[in-house]
């Protein structure tokens, strides 16, 4: 697949039969499940520093299961109900089902067991946060289809990329609290702002096909527009930092996330190659890790 990473160890160490479902979960592209990952990471490591406790490592542990697990589920439901459309993008007429590589039969017992193994992680977390969770699929459901009557299809999906905000903090404090909803909001904005990037590779294809995206309603106006859309990730991160009461080590986080988020802004346009909107829309693991890297260091210091 184009956008994968070149010659990834599953893909050389997978038989050729398995090499479809690897592609199938994007885990020859590792990028989604980090994205996914991170507003997890986050919260766990804000609840932590909040609560005073140390940073719960058998939590980031389970976060990162259920997030390559949930992450390669959610794909291989997008490639069940985008095959026909994929068939018809040059970036995606390869993937496992539009190209017939994998059948559909095959893709759904592959999509269940997933599933399953997201669940037996959720079971690990207090009932709260099974019970959040479980609100979460219907957003999954709805994603694929979104591109077909908005523009905003990017919105939906920070919704459902961003939930893990919500279920790091419950899964330690049991509760909800306004440091949580201020980190989902701020894992919605840089969502949205990420994935708009991301479908600057696609603009053509996806005009053809008929198929909307905030790349294609922004146009000449990306740029600002995705910098409106960061400015208020980095607004909404801050303002959990400081409901949460943290100290400095927690803002240098926000200050290291804000600089790189500019970095990216700088560099998208709408005349933007696809190779450098790919490497912008990948460089966003290292954005959520500089965040994450502040708060961590902050429960490590209030533990």
Not at 257 to 282: D, I, K, N, S
Request: proline share 5%; net charge positive; with cysteine.
């Amino acid at each position: 697949m184009p956008d994968a990473v070149p010659d990834h160890f599953l893909l050389r160490l997978a038989p050729a039969r398995l090499r479809p479902f690897v592609q199938l979960a994007r885990l020859d592209r590792p990028i989604g499940w980090q994205l996914l990952l991170l507003p997890c990471w986050e919260a766990s490591a804000l609840a932590s520093a909040s609560l005073g406790r140390p940073l719960d490592l058998l939590h980031l542990a389970l976060f990162f299961i259920g997030a390559v697990s949930m992450r390669g589920a959610g794909s291989t439901y997008n490639d069940i109900v985008d095959r026909d459309i994929d068939a018809k993008v040059e970036r995606t007429r390869g993937r496992p089902l539009a190209s017939g590589r994998a059948s559909l039969r095959a893709a759904i017992v592959f999509l269940v067991l997933q599933c399953l193994v997201g669940l037996c992680v959720l079971l690990s977390f207090n009932g709260f946060t099974i019970a959040l969770a479980l609100a979460s699929p219907l957003i999954v459901l709805i994603y694929p289809f979104a591109k077909r009557f908005t523009s905003w299809p990017q919105a939906v999906l920070g919704l459902a990329f961003a939930y893990g905000a919500l279920l790091g903090w419950t899964a330690q404090a049991g509760a909800l609290a306004a440091p949580a909803v201020l980190l989902y909001l701020a894992a919605i904005f840089w969502t949205i702002g990420y994935d708009t990037i991301y479908a600057l590779q696609d603009k053509r294809d996806d005009a053809i096909a008929g198929v909307r995206s905030t790349a294609l309603l922004f146009g000449a106006r990306v740029r600002l527009a995705v910098g409106a859309l960061y400015a208020a990730s980095v607004i909404a991160a801050e303002l959990a930092v400081l409901t949460a009461h943290l100290g400095v080590a927690a803002q240098i986080g926000v200050l290291a996330y804000a600089a790189h988020l500019c970095w990216q802004v700088w560099r998208t346009g709408p005349g933007v190659e696809p190779a450098t909107a790919l490497m912008l829309f990948r460089s966003n693991w290292n954005a959520g890790l500089l965040l994450f890297a502040g708060l961590a260091i902050e429960a490590l210091l209030a533990a």
